[in-house]
């Protein structure tokens, strides 16, 4: 690593750490409109009243709301009216039935007066939500007989055995406990070599873990998706965004993808940075101490897919980005396609005659697996299930990096705060996308306003101690 590297690093947190990674991309793709959607045929006919709602920069607000979730409504609207909103839409299903579906604002996220009309079909990079859709498809693999959570990866994928790795296991893949939450700087990744999972889980394969296998987990924020996508290319003989368009997208009817057609492009809502910089932000500060650290490496040693402001662009709103397959991070949909998702998920492993998983392996997919008061890489708080979060509260430590769902709620967040989540207990599932990135690792005030919103019609009472109850 370089002197230069070292005082750019550096030169990025005086700018505001984390928060700047959003920064407009160039190349960044404005026009929506286009391809049309994918459709589950639970969005099809609406059974719930239409709303339209102006809004004070003069967009819209527009969908259907059962008449119980108002307060939802009431909500989503705020944050565009209070809390600078520019382009997002929500949904919610109960009982496999939506009770929620909006979209508003503006989808040319980056002009300086946006202007064109969020449309309902709209969609945009959602980031770590990614995670639960390559997660899924692992364990329909495992469900299956193909893949055994208690094998070595080894034993899938050979080459992966050097350098202490021969003691991994899928499971600690899954629940972020390998120890390659990062590549080191020792080892430059190419430029756009994100672009190639191929050569990103070869790069990992020749790595040494960060500490010792099992015994401890730290958030693998990039590795996540080349290491379990490299698993399920060696198990299934398909790429993990062809399968997951294949097994998951195509059967529930859902504007989802990990490596974006040419025809959706248009509808692409670009992302745009946070502003915001957190009182506590545990991952600048670990970057601020040491530039060659594990999450200093996280975010800068990725081919230059996040950038290093304010010389070099991230390249995610790129088109070469969104067709690519970034099954940790790189995944395009809208709220409804992560609300059916896990629709799914909520309701024992099928939606409206499509069946993803058993019922009783799905009845397991939110059990905690990994917990600490600090882990490795978020150095927060954290509950990890297999390739899943739960709720993690950590609003006493660090405000603007929780995520206050109910006890059983499992999911993920995206970068920037959007969120997809399955609440069992409920039979309710939650989808929220946004194009105006937020500050932390896990929900801002936008998401879990709405989170708040729907388990109080829910009639939840309590989040004191963490948890809607």
């Known amino acids: 690593m370089t002197d230069t590297s070292t005082a750019s690093r550096r030169h990025f947190l005086s700018r505001g750490g984390a928060a700047l990674l959003g920064a407009a991309a160039a190349g960044a793709l404005n026009a929506c409109g286009g391809a049309s959607a994918g459709e589950n045929p639970i969005w099809i006919a609406p059974v719930n009243p239409p709303v339209v709602q102006p809004l004070p920069d003069g967009g819209l607000v527009s969908g259907h709301v059962a008449p119980a979730y108002q307060p939802v ?64 498809c692992a364990h329909m693999l495992v469900a299956q007989g193909q893949l055994d959570l208690d094998k070595w990866v080894a034993y899938y994928w050979p080459e992966f055995a050097e350098k202490g790795k021969d003691v991994i296991t899928v499971r600690m893949l899954l629940q972020h406990a390998a120890g390659l939450a990062a590549i080191p700087f020792s080892t430059p990744v190419r430029p756009g070599g994100w672009a190639d999972p191929d050569y990103m889980s070869g790069l990992l394969a020749a790595t040494t873990p960060w500490w010792e296998p099992g015994t401890a987990h730290g958030y693998h924020g990039m590795t996540f998706g080349w290491l379990v996508g490299e ?31 040419e025809a959706v492009l248009p509808r692409v809502a670009p992302m745009m940075a946070a502003t915001e910089v957190l009182p506590v932000d545990p991952v600048a500060q670990a970057i601020a101490r040491d530039p060659a650290s594990m999450q200093a490496a996280m975010f800068f040693n990725v081919g230059g897919w996040l950038g290093l402001p304010p010389d070099t662009p991230p390249a995610y709103n790129t088109k070469a980005s969104l067709q690519a397959e970034i099954p940790a991070a790189g995944g395009v949909t809208n709220a409804r396609g992560l ?47 297999l390739g899943f979060h739960g709720g993690m509260d950590n609003r006493a430590r660090a405000p603007g990096n929780s995520a206050i769902l109910g006890p059983q709620a499992f999911g993920h967040a995206g970068f920037g705060g959007s969120l997809g989540f399955a609440d069992p207990q409920a039979q309710m599932s939650f989808g929220y996308q946004m194009t105006r990135m937020g ?18 019609v829910l009639g939840r009472t309590s989040n004191r101690y963490g948890f809607w109850v």
Not at 439 to 456: C, E, H, I, K, M
């Open 73 to 136: 409504l009431d909500a989503f609207v705020a944050n565009f009216r209070d809390r600078r909103e520019i382009g997002a839409s929500l949904a919610v299903t109960v009982k496999g039935v939506p009770v929620v579906d909006l979209w508003g604002g503006h989808s040319d996220t980056l002009a300086v007066r946006p202007s064109v009309p969020w449309a309902r079909d709209d969609v945009s990079l959602v980031f770590s939500c990614t995670k639960g859709a390559t997660a899924l």
């Open 439 to 456: 500050p932390g690792t896990l929900l801002n005030d936008r998401g879990q306003s709405l989170v708040d919103a729907v388990y109080g």
């Open 231 to 261: 698993l399920v290319k060696r198990v299934s003989g398909l790429s993990l965004g062809t399968f997951f368009a294949r097994h998951v997208a195509a059967p529930l009817g859902i504007d989802f993808w990990i490596g974006t057609p």
């Open 339 to 385: 609300a059916t998702m896990y629709a799914a998920l909520a309701n024992g492993g099928a939606l409206n005659g499509v069946r993803l998983l058993p019922e009783d392996y799905t009845a397991q997919l939110g059990m905690i697996q990994s917990a600490a008061p600090i882990e490795r890489m978020a150095l927060l708080a954290s509950r990890f299930g």
